[in-house]
């Protein structure tokens, strides 16, 4: 299995490279450091989040092009996958349940609820889309209440 042979970050770029060669689409790509910053389970939702997002960009997109970044920031991980494609009209509140929205929108956000996170899913017909998935680190409440603590 590529998580535990290569760690999360590694696996995201090879799947990433993968698809990439096996498509027309051209990706840009930035994947920070990211192995152990979660437990298993969890690594593994965020690996199939970031297959989902780039599988919806090659199957219904008709982009040329899409950037795909995982970036650690000081409390949590955002996920952003974004393509130059045919967009769709997405309606922030009620995505999951639109019957445009397939199994994949849903599986990410759920996904990513389990995760403590959310999703952000911005698209317009004729625009391309943008799909940002931002998940709490562990510990990070724990750690912020420490040093408040600390420092007074």
């Known amino acids: 299995y590529q ?11 090879g ?12 990706f840009a790509t930035h994947v920070d450091e990211i192995d152990q910053l979660f437990e298993t389970e969890s690594e593994i939702n965020i690996y199939r989040i970031v297959q989902e997002g780039v599988n919806n960009v090659v199957k219904h997109s008709g982009a040329t092009e899409a950037t795909v970044v995982v970036k650690k920031q000081s409390t949590l991980l955002s ?6 494609g045919r967009g769709f ?6 995505y999951d349940d639109s019957p445009d929205a ?3 929108l849903s ?3 759920e996904r990513a609820r389990i995760l403590g996170g959310r999703t952000v899913i911005d698209s317009l017909p ?18 912020t209440r420490s040093e408040t603590v600390d420092s007074g």
Request: with cysteine.
């Open 126 to 143: 004729g625009q391309g889309a943008s799909l940002t998935v931002e998940i709490p680190l562990p510990n990070t409440q724990h750690e």
């Open 3 to 13: 998580l535990d042979r290569l760690g999360l970050s590694q696996a995201i770029r």
């Open 79 to 84: 996920i952003s996958i974004r393509d130059n």
């Open 15 to 26: 799947m990433i490279r993968r698809v990439s060669e096996n498509c027309p689409i051209s």
């Open 89 to 94: 009209a997405a309606n922030p509140l009620n």
């Open 107 to 109: 599986g990410i956000s």
């Open 102 to 104: 397939g199994f994949g």
